[in-house]
Nanobody, 125 residues
């Protein structure tokens, strides 16, 4: 059983930056593909970014490409999401997710087995 604990999000102005972290415990971290999702009320949870078990492969949603960076440190059992040039439309609850690494980066929330509690990110205009 993998437990994921996200750092606190926060309130930031448009154009600002924020870094989220997700600490994992209870499993062999390097054997899990990790992802960040986000969700706003009334909408489906959408993928923001994914990273392979080794950290060598990544995926970004078009909406965040060039602004967000996902990274991981397997020695620290932690994955980060660096968010730059934030926009009001980035406002959402952000979730960290994990699934056993099978060689593919997955964008669908239903394919992830473990989830963090979620953290609110609000970008003011």
């Amino acid at each position: 059983q993998v437990r994921l604990v996200e750092s606190r999000g926060g309130l930031v102005q448009t154009g600002g930056s924020l870094r989220l972290s997700c600490a994992a415990s209870g499993g062999a971290f390097s054997t899990y593909g990790m992802a960040w999702f986000r969700q706003v009320p009334g909408k489906e949870r959408e993928v923001v970014s994914c990273i392979s078990g080794s950290g060598r492969s990544t995926y970004y949603a078009d909406s965040v490409k060039g602004r967000f960076t996902i990274s991981r440190d397997n020695a620290k059992n932690t994955v980060w999401l660096q968010m730059n040039s934030l926009k009001p439309e980035d406002t959402a609850v952000y979730y960290c997710a994990a699934r056993s690494w099978d060689g593919l980066l997955h964008e669908k929330a239903v394919l992830y087995h473990y989830w963090g509690q979620g953290t609110q990110v609000t970008v003011s205009s």
